[in-house]
Every structure is written in structure tokens, then in C-alpha cells.
């Protein structure tokens, strides 16, 4: 069982490095999944060591059993499992989505506390993050938490907005307009913070103004960007917010 003991410290660092970007920004990129893999490490370990001494007969409380496998499961398991779905290559032309919509497992394959707001559009550090649609800038800075640097792209007649998130730049300001495909920032790892090989921009599809009336982009995303395309007018349709 005290194997149990080791883990289980390191996977509440994880997910407290993983909450706070005040943390995760002041720390060396290597930390949390060097404290993630070594976490999972013990739990598999320590769950190897209870079946063999069930096995042997030996008793074992049902309680303490009971949380090393629920540990294992979410700490070891899923994001192993996490890490094989991203190392597969993508379908062709279209990025990785790492995370969907209302998923409650995060970008590395850690569970969330609450669903997730949208979706994680994995790519590489200094990326072109482009504008899903035409619309106009309302908010371009530095958000101060878990979003990090973000953009909001406001697509009128249609009363949708997206937003852009983990930005490691942005090229654009307040007011101004801009068109499908346009260059708003550079993806980044602004906020909470991606663990190296999971670098993402995160999208959220919100309607009107409330900021917790999200809906998911993915049913209006239409492909990759193509300057040579025509795309409908009648109604809100997206393209990916990176290059593919």
C-alpha cells in the first residue's frame, strides 16, 4: 500500500499544477509530466502488487482496493490511452482534436472537474491560428487565467462568437474586422499550460453574450480553409483555426 501513498501525492500535484496557470507558468514545461508519468508508474505498480497478493490469498481492504484501481484508471490508464489516440496520424486534411466537446477528460487525458467548454485543435508552438469566419475583434489580451492570451471573434448578423485560446501572440486588436482564414495570433501554451507534444488552440462556439451559452463548433466546421472557396452566407459555417 505504500506505493498507493507515493502516487496518490503526485496526482494531486498534477492536477493542481494543471488548474492554475500561476503555477503551471513558473514551473519547467518537464515537471508535471515527469510527476504524471512517475504517478502512474506507482499506480500500476501498486495495482500489479494487490492482484498478486490476492492471488496469494492475502486479504486486502475493499476500500483501499477500490481506489487503486479508480486511481489507476484515471491517472495511468486514460492518459496512456490519451497518448496512443494522439500518436496515431490524424485523418487526412484535418488537424488532431485532442479534446470534444463536453469531454471530462483534458488534453493529456486527465479528468476535468467540469465539461469542457470546447474544443482542442492540436498543432505546433508558433502556428498561424486563423479566424473560423468573418466577424470583428472584441476582446484581444492577455485573460490572466486558464484561457491565457485570447481572441474573440464576433460573427455578426449570425449571433455566434469564437474564441481563441493558449495564444502564444496575437496580431490583431479590438475593432478590428477580419475575414475566414486571416491570421489572429500564433498558437502557444498561454494559461494552462500544454504539456510538450500537446500544444493546442482552444475554440469555444458562445451565442450572443452569455458566456456560458456555448455550443459545439464541430457540426459547423466545414474543413480546412481554402482561399479558393465559397462558403455560405446564410448561415454561420467554420474552417479549422489552424492551417491543415
Not at 494522439?86 to 477528460?105: N, Q, S, Y
Not at 479528468?111 to 498561424?128: A, Q
Not at 448578423?157 to 486588436?173: D, E
Request: proline share 7%; net charge positive; with cysteine.
Amino acid at each position: 500500500m505504500r506505493l498507493r501513498w507515493l502516487a496518490l501525492p503526485l496526482a494531486a500535484a498534477v492536477l493542481l499544477g494543471a488548474s492554475s496557470p500561476a503555477i503551471a507558468q513558473r514551473t519547467p514545461r518537464f515537471l508535471f509530466p515527469a510527476l504524471a508519468i512517475a504517478g502512474g508508474a506507482l499506480l500500476v505498480l501498486s495495482t500489479l502488487r494487490a492482484a498478486r497478493d490476492l492471488r496469494r490469498g492475502a486479504r486486502r481492504p475493499a476500500v483501499g482496493l477500490a481506489v487503486i484501481a479508480l486511481a489507476t484508471l484515471l491517472f495511468a490508464v486514460l492518459p496512456f490511452a490519451r497518448f496512443v489516440y494522439m500518436m496515431t496520424p490524424a485523418a487526412a486534411g484535418a488537424p488532431r482534436l485532442l479534446t470534444g466537446f463536453g469531454d471530462r477528460r483534458g488534453a493529456e487525458g486527465y479528468p476535468l472537474l467540469d465539461p469542457h467548454r470546447g474544443i482542442d485543435v492540436k498543432g505546433r508552438v508558433g502556428t498561424d491560428v486563423l479566424a473560423g469566419a468573418d466577424g470583428r475583434i472584441t476582446v484581444a489580451r492577455d485573460n490572466g487565467d486558464l484561457c491565457g492570451l485570447i481572441v474573440v471573434v464576433v460573427h455578426d448578423p449570425h449571433g455566434y462568437r469564437t474564441v481563441y485560446c493558449h495564444l502564444a501572440s496575437i496580431a490583431v486588436r479590438v475593432g478590428d474586422a477580419v475575414a475566414r482564414g486571416q491570421r489572429i495570433g500564433t498558437l502557444g501554451t498561454s494559461g494552462q499550460r500544454a504539456w510538450p507534444g500537446y500544444e493546442h488552440v482552444h475554440l469555444e462556439l458562445q451565442r450572443g453574450t452569455d458566456l456560458n451559452d456555448l455550443h459545439d463548433p464541430v457540426p459547423r466546421i466545414v474543413g480546412c480553409f481554402d482561399p479558393a472557396a465559397r462558403y455560405p452566407a446564410d448561415r454561420l459555417v467554420l474552417t479549422y483555426p489552424l492551417p491543415c
